[in-house]
């Protein structure tokens, strides 16, 4: 949770409940007051069991005054959904991120109690923890909707300089992004662990095979030799990509933007892959004006347009053609890579930017690379203010198109 909202439990609580006194207040004075259970009366606690929460708090809206404005924009503009509880377990106020996070309108809430308007049973669990032990509690809830959200929720009883408790608060933050984060790092290692191991794995067997006596087998040796040096070509691939995934991340790669020229980047990339793209009889024209500068980072364009490139070529069939072409949309300049490969399939078009995501694992094994090539393409043009969009069909290849400022 955001440290400010913890602060925000503790500084500004007494002036919440102040507005809610105020608004209450308001709406009430006319109205006649219901009678208090015998369960519920106290002398030190007049409004347990009844919705006018404002009774309390007679002195604090002396101190109050003109605040109410300040914190409704406070309540209004936080991300943070904010729930106040009377001793009644009522809702007496909740704020906008409150009524959009529990699907309810506020006042179709306000008056209720919290069991009508809340559903998730984790959250009606430390509301009673609250109530039980006096204590604040905190803990993490899932919420189905569209997507699943993660929200981190903290609990806490609200009292009076006298130590009576008046009602409770309730503090949700998506960390939904953050869970994912998380989850995303622990992947990547994971991930990593594996690429590393297999050319390894590989590089150790041959290693084994020549000291147990193949290195004096003159026919096969070289072979096995071959072998070690592709292997230890991936694993220096995946070292030096992973390496530099982690500067994009840094910033550290990119550190200031000046204009580039996109027709030389087009050129400079396939001068770069022109002895692959002749292997594969891949011919690669660059149809882009001279005239097209961006704004971007020199190094970083062209090694997106290398990895674009490369991959272009990589899933052409033998004697394909691949186009690069750019256009003007305004202020902006998109530069396209167009192959006739075997396309994507549409549920993966949304992962493919993922660092290791394999449409089909082998065949982007037998193509080669490290499987963080369309990562760091998009890290590098989100650094330079632009983004990265991709149109393919299974079957009818696939465009990359890079859009960015043009300079």
């Known amino acids: 949770m955001n440290p400010w909202v913890i602060l925000l439990l503790g500084a500004v609580s007494g002036i919440v409940l102040g507005v809610v006194a105020t608004r209450s207040l308001r709406k009430t004075r006319d109205l006649p007051v219901p009678s208090i259970p015998e369960t519920l009366a106290s002398t030190t606690d007049p409004l347990r069991g009844i919705f006018i929460p404002g009774r309390n708090f007679p002195e604090m809206l002396e101190r109050l005054g003109s605040d109410e404005n300040l914190l409704d924009v406070i309540l209004n503009g936080m991300h943070e959904g904010v729930l106040i509880l009377n001793p009644a377990d009522r809702i007496v106020l909740l704020n906008p991120s409150a009524s959009r996070i529990l699907g309810v309108k506020e006042e179709e809430a306000l008056g209720k109690n919290y069991l009508e308007v809340v559903r998730h049973p984790g959250l009606v669990d430390l509301l009673a923890l609250v109530k039980r032990d006096g204590k604040s509690q905190s803990g993490e809830i899932e919420m189905s909707g569209v997507e699943e959200r993660v929200f981190a929720v903290n609990a806490d009883g609200l009292r009076s300089k006298e130590g009576v408790t008046i009602g409770s608060i309730v503090v949700l933050a998506d960390i939904t992004s953050v869970k994912r984060l998380v989850k995303m790092r622990a992947d990547f290692v994971a991930n990593v662990t594996h690429e590393l191991k297999t050319p390894l794995t590989a590089i150790l067997g041959y290693v084994e095979t020549l000291t147990d006596g193949a290195i004096d087998d003159a026919k096969n040796r070289k072979s096995f030799l071959q072998k070690i040096e592709a292997q230890s070509q991936r694993l220096n691939e995946l070292i030096t990509d992973v390496l530099e995934l982690s500067r994009i991340e840094s910033g550290r790669y990119i550190e200031s933007l000046e204009p580039v020229s996109v027709r030389k980047t087009c050129q400079l990339a396939h001068d770069l892959l022109r002895s692959k793209a002749e292997v594969r009889k891949v011919s690669v024209e660059c149809d882009i004006a001279e005239d097209f500068m961006v704004l971007a980072h020199e ?19 033998e004697g394909g053609e691949v186009k690069v072409t750019a256009e003007r949309d305004g202020e902006q300049i998109a530069m396209s890579v167009k192959d006739k490969g075997p ?65």
């Open 299 to 317: 190094e970083g364009l062209l090694r997106v347009g290398v990895n674009l490139l490369d991959n272009a070529i990589k899933y052409s069939p």
């Open 343 to 407: 396309g994507i399939p549409l549920e993966s078009q949304s992962r493919i930017f993922e660092r290791f995501y394999r449409v089909e694992a082998s065949r982007n094994r037998r193509a080669g690379g490290t499987g963080l090539g369309l990562a760091i393409v998009k890290h590098l043009v989100e650094r330079m203010n632009g983004e990265v969009i991709v149109e393919s069909r299974e079957g009818k290849g696939s465009t990359f198109t890079i859009v960015l400022p043009a300079a």
